[in-house]
């Protein structure tokens, strides 16, 4: 039952706890409403502790959002490397030109003009205006969410939709009048180190006293939600092409497409085969990768060795990769728009999947030490 001395208590308890407990995090340091856009998509599928450097990295590199909406895209998805999900990169750089262009650079503090912004969703918008605006807006995400949902002892599935507004039209009412900046981080943190998905530290939560589940001894069982879908396995034969003569030292690499999955980000090439039994047949994969190289006008002579394997996992995908060792033929340059040689000294200046960084990484160590 969501009374209103348990609201109160809650309020009052949590806040009183985050500023005595709260994390000194390089986005917290200011208001500015473009750190903290910045740190909320880099947030999203990603620890804190892994985003801090690239966090500073980023404002570095990119110290205003004119600086970033004249970058080139190459250079963002560099600084972006590593974090994966590169279409939040994508998203807050054509969402900083539109800023640039439609608000002189400044981050606008209406909800419908916030709102608007390409990649911007309601935890997004509820974040930049409470934070940084100190506006009475929620800021809902799972962590939000599960801390709901233990302290009112809500049993709704967060994975809907309609539950998930609840929670927002929930979390508005306890954001004290004027506190809203400190209220929504004080939610994120508590949901972050005390109240966590699987083994919750009710003995260090302000907020114990009064929480439905604990007194219930449900903890636990909170939230409720349904599974998600398995990420689907999906099997590749990748080719290391090593250059010869002019191209000696050199691997070739090519560029994905403008659009879709790692759009525009470098790589092996590389097939996909039909199941895990084709994947156990290299003399097959070196066929499939001699063809669809061919097809793009690249010869390449493959052998059926597997030199390395690899998983990249996506949300809904688990690349599993195997390496194939190959060399191309003498006369092939690498003019085509796809495909370049890069050696050791050029990898830094391409953005990388992480499993194609790992994988190049090793071959170009080996190659020097060898």
Not at 92 to 119: D, F, H, N
Not at 279 to 307: C, F, N, P, Y
Request: aromatic share 10%.
């Amino acid at each position: 039952m969501e009374s209103s001395d348990s609201k109160r208590f809650f309020s009052m308890e949590l806040l009183g706890w985050y500023r005595k407990a709260r994390r000194d995090l390089p986005w917290r340091r200011s208001r500015d409403p473009y750190h903290i856009w910045v740190s909320e998509i880099m947030l999203q599928q990603t620890r804190v502790d892994t985003v801090i450097p690239y966090f500073n990295r980023f404002v570095d590199r990119f110290p205003s959002i004119e600086r970033l909406a004249e970058a080139p895209e190459e250079d963002v998805l560099k600084h972006w490397e590593g974090l994966g999900y590169y279409s939040r990169a994508r998203n807050l750089q054509a969402a900083a030109r539109e800023v640039a262009e439609q608000y002189g650079g400044v981050v606008p503090s209406g909800k419908k003009e916030v709102s608007g912004l390409k990649g911007v969703g309601p935890y997004t918008a509820g974040a930049i205006l409470s934070i940084a605006y100190n506006q009475p807006e929620p800021a809902v995400d799972g962590n939000v969410m599960r801390v709901l949902s233990r302290y009112f002892c809500l049993e709704d599935d967060i994975a809907r939709p309609s539950t998930r507004i609840g929670m927002e039209g929930l979390a508005q009412e306890l954001i004290p009048e004027g506190e809203a900046a400190d209220f929504n981080q004080a939610l994120m943190e508590l949901g972050a180190l005390i109240c966590t998905p699987k083994s919750p530290s009710c003995t260090e939560c302000p907020v114990t006293d009064m929480c439905l589940a604990r007194l219930q001894g449900r903890e636990r069982e909170l939230p409720v939600k349904t599974k998600a879908k398995k990420a689907k396995p999906v099997y590749r034969f990748a080719a290391l092409v090593e250059g010869t003569g002019p191209h000696a030292g050199k691997v070739l690499v090519r560029q994905r497409s403008e659009t879709g999955l790692l759009a525009r980000m470098w790589e092996l090439p590389h097939i996909e085969v039909s199941d895990a039994d084709a994947w156990e047949d290299s003399s097959m994969g070196k066929q499939r990768l001699e063809t669809a190289l061919a097809d793009d006008g690249v010869r390449i002579q493959a052998k059926e060795q597997i030199i390395g394997e690899a998983q990249h996992i996506f949300t809904h995908l688990i690349w599993n990769i195997r390496v194939l060792p190959a060399v191309a033929a003498e006369e092939y340059v690498a003019d085509r728009t796809a495909y370049e040689w890069v050696g050791p000294e050029q990898f830094e200046n391409y953005a990388w999947p992480n499993v194609f960084r790992k994988l190049l990484t090793e071959y170009f160590i080996r190659a020097m030490n060898s």
